[in-house]
């Protein structure tokens, strides 16, 4: 079953890191991008952070360029996001996606989804 698990979300205050990661099954991971998106009700989703097959692309969001790091472990079949200084603006529910071929934040492109983790940054 092809399938993507997020884990690592919780409850942490402003100025403090969150490690999510992607857990995937059923498919060669060294055959897709993965990208990090996230979702406040009432909002669209957007797309936060994006890494090729091999690590060599990495792609952000304007807003968390030089606090989040992407990167991945094909081995472990396992895409992170290491968030750091995170901000009550970084309150989300965060997903994972795959998509061949290159980095993209058009969620069309992504047709393997997971269920969420969510993020909250509150004093």
């Known amino acids: 079953q092809v399938q993507l698990v997020e884990s690592g979300g919780g409850l942490v205050r402003p100025g403090g890191s969150l490690r999510l990661s992607c857990l995937a099954s059923?498919?060669?991971?060294?055959?897709?991008?993965i990208a990090w998106f996230r979702q406040v009700p009432g909002k669209e989703r957007e797309g936060v952070s994006c890494?090729?097959?091999?690590?060599?692309?990495?792609v952000f969001l304007d807003s968390v360029k030089g606090r989040f790091t992407i990167s991945r472990d094909n081995d472990k079949k396992t895409v992170y996001l290491q968030m750091n200084n995170l901000k009550p603006e970084d309150t989300a529910v965060y997903y994972c996606a795959r998509r061949p071929y290159t980095c993209s934040f058009l969620e069309d492109h992504f047709r393997v989804w997971g269920q969420g983790t969510q993020v909250t940054v509150s004093s």
């Open positions: 890494i090729n097959n091999y690590g060599s692309t990495e």
């Open positions: 059923g498919f060669n991971l060294d055959n897709y991008v």
